[in-house]
Nanobody
């Protein structure tokens, strides 16, 4: 059984929007931080956005003002609303979860492709 189930990737034109979702299994226990990383071909993985259990958010400079992350603690789910997408946002986006025991879990990744 997958521990993190992602959905919402796809192909979109520049300027468009996409929403990613990631549901974490209850088997992971109590969750502290949740977020999203991305990796483009030939580039290092980077943290796109994160959110603590209390709702404090953090964003990469490259997505500030365009991306918004949120979470539903009751559903163990984190979201990434992406707007004004650019071709440079094309990457595999992976959900990340850190438990209160400081164990990290990763989703399998979902492709986001932005065409110009």
């Amino acid at each position: 059984q997958a521990q993190l189930v992602e959905s919402g990737g796809g192909l979109v034109q520049a300027g468009g929007s996409l929403r990613l979702s990631c549901a974490a299994s209850r088997s992971l226990g109590s969750i502290n931080a949740m977020g999203w990383y991305r990796q483009a071909p030939g580039k290092q993985r980077e943290l796109v956005a994160s959110i603590t259990r209390s709702g404090t958010t953090n964003y990469a400079d490259s997505v500030k003002g365009r991306f918004t992350t949120s979470r539903d603690n009751a559903k163990n789910t984190v979201y990434l609303q992406m707007s004004d997408l650019k071709p440079g946002d094309t990457a595999v986006y992976s959900c990340w979860v850190r438990s209160t025991l400081y164990l990290d879990y990763w989703g399998q990744g979902t492709q986001v492709t932005v065409s110009s």
